[in-house]
């Protein structure tokens, strides 16, 4: 018996294929970002459905699953597309006071 919430499709081959696929494709895509990952797993998981018919399914409950299982998944990733090196300037910049006299490195004579 498993514990917690499974879905009723993940029995279902195309299931484990379709969310394999959203996987690779949310991966790949530069434009997902943490607030529209659930949106862009349930419409890449709509176009899955859409190229590979199954009788009798219910695609808007499948997509929805999907969409949920990707973002359990991914919920710990991180979107930005910055290079690190951009990133950890930002933060670097970041640190430096405010004051006109303190923003800039003083070099010594």
Not at 25 to 42: G, P, S, V, Y
Request: glycine share 0%; hydrophobic share 25%; aromatic share 6%.
């Amino acid at each position: 018996m498993s514990e917690g919430k499974t879905s009723p499709h993940s029995s279902c081959s195309y299931y484990k294929d379709c969310v394999f696929q959203v996987l690779q494709q949310i991966c790949q895509d530069r434009t997902t970002t943490n607030d529209n990952l659930h949106q862009k797993a349930r419409d890449y998981a709509l176009n899955y459905i859409a190229t590979h018919p199954e009788p009798s399914i219910n695609k808007d409950e499948i997509a929805r699953d999907v969409a949920d299982e990707i973002e359990k998944k991914l919920q710990k990733k991180c979107f930005d597309q910055r290079p690190k090196a951009s990133v950890i300037a930002q933060d670097k910049r970041d640190k430096i006071p405010e004051d006109p006299e303190e923003r800039f490195i003083k070099l010594s004579p």
